[in-house]
């Protein structure tokens, strides 16, 4: 119904004499944002500040020993003096090059392999029981094998985290590939798509999300053995940093190391994150 109130004048028709305006409520979001909903935006911060004034108690009340624990302040200020003398962004930056190189390489591999298991029964009665083999090991369980066979050189690194991200990859595209109706392949030849716009246009765009999310996982993987492997096997990066600090037995230099791989592990989630969300729009797909 209208909001307009129209009344008849006689001799002149139908006019507009009064117009009975509804007030118009605004959306609480555009007002600045819901107190509930300001409140749930803030719920992930809870713990981490929780966890912070935990922190800061037992550094002020002595609970723990400060050569154990040291203060948030006293890690604050290494952070700084880490990162305005530039140790910090170099460690960061050789340990985030080693992880591209092995994102690069191992999930694109992983993609293609698991796209063969997917759509051929034959490859995956052939190659499925090898692959299950080599993905029960963890891939630092190969270091002592690849020590030996290439050194303790980039090369190690970078075949380490190639296979971390290979299998969760790989694992996920089979599985996409598998989670795809064959009614979707039916439409395709119904429109006359080639194979190539089919697999583009209709079964890419229906495997983006457990393929991404296998993906997320591969680089939360590819992080722990990234530091680990730089741990054990490293002069440099944010996991040597680490074992540095420990050797000096300074734990704020810890600290710090652990802050920054847990950053830089946030910041990958959420471009890979974009990434999804940019790739379904291209796709066509606003889900």
Request: charged share 15%; proline share 7%.
């Amino acid at each position: 119904m209208s909001d307009l109130s129209v009344s008849r004048v006689p001799g002149q028709g139908a006019a507009p004499l009064a117009r009975s305006a509804r007030p118009v409520h605004r959306p609480a979001s555009r007002r600045g944002g819901h107190p509930g909903r300001l409140a749930f935006r803030a719920l992930p911060w809870l713990t981490p500040l929780a966890g912070l004034l935990l922190w800061q108690l037992a550094a002020q009340f002595a609970l723990v020993s400060g050569h154990i624990l040291p203060a948030p302040s006293r890690v604050f200020a290494t952070l700084l003096e880490l990162a305005q003398g530039g140790e910090l962004w170099s460690a960061a930056r050789i340990s985030l090059w080693r992880l591209t190189v092995g994102l690069l390489i191992g999930a694109p591999l992983g993609f293609l392999f698991g796209l063969l298991l997917g759509a051929s029964p034959r490859a995956e009665d052939w190659l499925g029981p090898s692959f299950r083999a080599i993905a029960a090991v963890p891939a630092l369980g190969w270091i002592p094998v690849l020590i030996l066979l290439v050194g303790i050189d980039e090369a190690l690194k970078v075949i380490i985290l190639i296979k971390a991200c290979f299998v969760p990859v790989a694992i996920a595209g089979r599985d996409a590939w598998r989670a795809v109706p064959a009614r979707y392949a039916e439409l395709g030849r119904v429109l006359g798509l080639s194979p190539a716009r089919q697999l583009w246009r209709i079964q890419l765009p229906a495997m983006v999300p457990t393929l991404f999310s296998g993906l997320r996982l591969a680089s939360g993987q590819a992080f722990v053995s990234l530091v680990t492997c730089e741990m054990l096997a490293a002069t440099d990066g944010l996991g040597y940093l680490m074992v540095w600090g420990r050797t000096l037995f300074q734990m704020d230099l810890v600290i710090v190391g652990m802050i920054a791989v847990g950053a830089a592990g946030i910041a990958l989630d959420r471009l890979l994150r974009g990434g999804e969300r940019a790739l379904r729009a291209r796709m066509g797909d606003d889900g």
